[in-house]
């Protein structure tokens, strides 16, 4: 086997079965329906209650199409020809301001905005930075042409999908993924979280055209579920929505199924915890509990929406409209989901109604905003103390919006180095995990801690109450270290 670039990959090569350096294949686990448990299904009515909403509709020109919508609302309208990408950026925050551009970069065939003058672009000559609109060459990991999603920052950590292999960069390695899968169960898109490509519960999903659901952690990559051919797929803070030809799914654990009285959405996409969907001129949100009709004014079926944390873009044959249902809360210098080995970030946050009284907070404790009295931003910091996944949550008067970052390790962590020893001079006596008499749940191996990870993460990191007494106190070193562990990948 050729030499590979890092301890990391090398453990990652023994966990799985390998193929060349820097790639791996998927699992196989279960199939349809899966071990998820399900729940009975529940109906949206044909007529949900109707929540009034702001609308702003500006033309298409001809050859436009919306591409794509920034975390933070920029939606870039883009018309293309073989070697030009001609863009108008449209804010909801500034109606009737307009930005345009034209890049000469090769035939374009993804955009991925990130914020009014920044980008990722794949085009047939290749992968594009579009950092300030300064046009920065990328080394892809593969033919940009065969590219058909990608998610994240590839300059940093992103992800692309080609050919039914998955390239996830990581230290500056592109790794590739390699499906146990014909041409028709090869995964072919990348589920996001408002562009980047893990969420909350340290997933990332991908789909397939046959409805396969692909699973990847920092360490698996598995074949979780079946579902209908052609299901349409989108992810948002805990959420993962599949929508098939008759229903909606919410989960992943449990299953919720939705039928509709009504017609069935054909569009969706989702963001800030809610899932946005369309069915001819209808369009619903969903906000984990709920169902609501939305109210609008574009006068033409929808052929696409996108929509970010304070509201949504819908688009028509000619037309294109912002709609959002209250105020809308801005931040800048803070990507939502962004992973990595910063302890802290400077942020500045505005709203879209300058009267409001904005409050930031993390874990129930306030974060100070200070106003700038000529540009009307609150300046903000925040402190990332721990390792793992922190939520910045701001509030102004009855609207909410929550930012989840992680903070990754600084040092690599490894069961049989790090983990084992701990559990050896902690955990194995017979009165705590180190037999099955004892009635505890059995972490005496690598698998069973990553089978127990979510407890694990509970109590001794969370809570810090394990071991309990009368065992000795592990202490915060070994605390850090189960984190480190935890959100490092959970390398074996």
């Known amino acids: 086997m050729p030499t590979l670039p890092s301890t990391r990959h090398l453990l990652l090569t023994l966990l799985l079965t390998a193929a060349p350096a820097c790639s791996q294949e998927t699992e196989e686990t279960s199939g349809s329906g899966g071990d998820s448990p399900w729940l009975e299904p529940k109906t949206v009515p044909a007529a949900p209650p109707v929540v009034a909403a702001k609308t702003t509709c500006v033309p298409l020109q001809s050859g436009e199409a919306l591409w794509s919508v920034s975390p933070e609302g920029h939606a870039w309208v883009a018309s293309t020809d073989s070697e030009t990408l001609s863009v108008r950026v449209l804010d909801p925050f500034a109606p009737g301001d307009e930005f345009t551009g034209s890049f000469a970069l090769g035939e374009s065939q993804h955009l991925h905005a990130w ?95 046959d409805g396969s659901l692909y699973s990847l952690t920092a360490t698996t990559y598995a074949k979780t579920m079946q579902f209908e051919a052609g299901a349409s797929s989108a992810a948002t803070s805990g959420l993962l929505a599949v929508l098939e030809s008759d229903r909606l799914l919410i989960g992943p654990a449990p299953w919720q199924p939705w039928i509709f009285d009504g017609a069935t959405p054909t569009l969706m996409s989702a963001s800030g915890g809610s899932v946005w969907l369309a069915a001819g001129s209808q369009l619903l949100r ?151 008499s004892s009635g505890l749940i059995d972490i005496a191996s690598y698998g069973a801690w990553v089978d127990a990870a979510n407890k694990i993460n509970a109590r001794a990191v969370i809570a810090g109450d394990m071991p309990p007494p009368p065992q000795a106190d592990w202490g915060s070193e070994q605390t850090t270290i189960v984190a480190e562990w935890l959100e490092g990948g959970m390398l074996p």
């Not at 920065?136 to 992800?159: A, F, K, N, W, Y």
Request: glycine share 8%; hydrophobic share 35%; with cysteine.
């Open 286 to 436: 969903y906000d984990g509990e709920t169902f609501n009709e939305i109210a609008h004014e574009l006068d033409a079926p929808m052929t696409k929406i996108a929509v970010h944390a304070s509201g949504a873009w819908i688009s028509g044959e000619t037309e294109i409209c912002h709609v959002s249902t209250g105020p809308m809360l801005r931040i800048d210098g803070l990507r939502p989901y962004r992973r990595a080995k910063d302890t802290g970030y400077d942020f500045t946050v505005s709203s879209s109604d300058p009267d409001l009284v904005i409050t930031a907070s993390v874990d129930g404790k306030a974060v100070e905003l200070t106003p700038d009295p000529d540009t009307q931003l609150l300046s903000g910091h925040l402190e990332l103390s721990k390792v793992g996944w922190t939520e910045l949550l701001l509030e102004a008067e009855g609207t909410t919006r929550a930012i989840p970052v992680k903070r990754l390790p600084t040092v690599e962590r490894s069961w049989a180095t790090d983990i084992e020893p701990i559990y050896l001079a902690h955990c194995a006596n017979a009165t705590c995990h180190g037999a099955p």
């Open 115 to 209: 914020s009014q003058t920044d980008a990722t672009v794949v085009t047939t000559a290749g992968l594009w930075s579009l950092d300030n609109l300064d046009r920065i060459e990328l080394t892809p990991p593969t033919e940009p042409s065969g590219v058909t999603s990608l998610c994240g920052d590839p300059s940093r950590d992103g992800m692309l999908l080609a050919g039914g292999a998955l390239y996830e960069l990581r230290e500056d390695t592109w790794w590739a993924w390699e499906a146990k899968a014909g041409a028709a169960d090869a995964p072919s898109r990348i589920v996001p979280f408002d562009g980047d490509c893990v969420g909350e519960s340290n997933l990332s999903w991908l789909t397939a055209d």
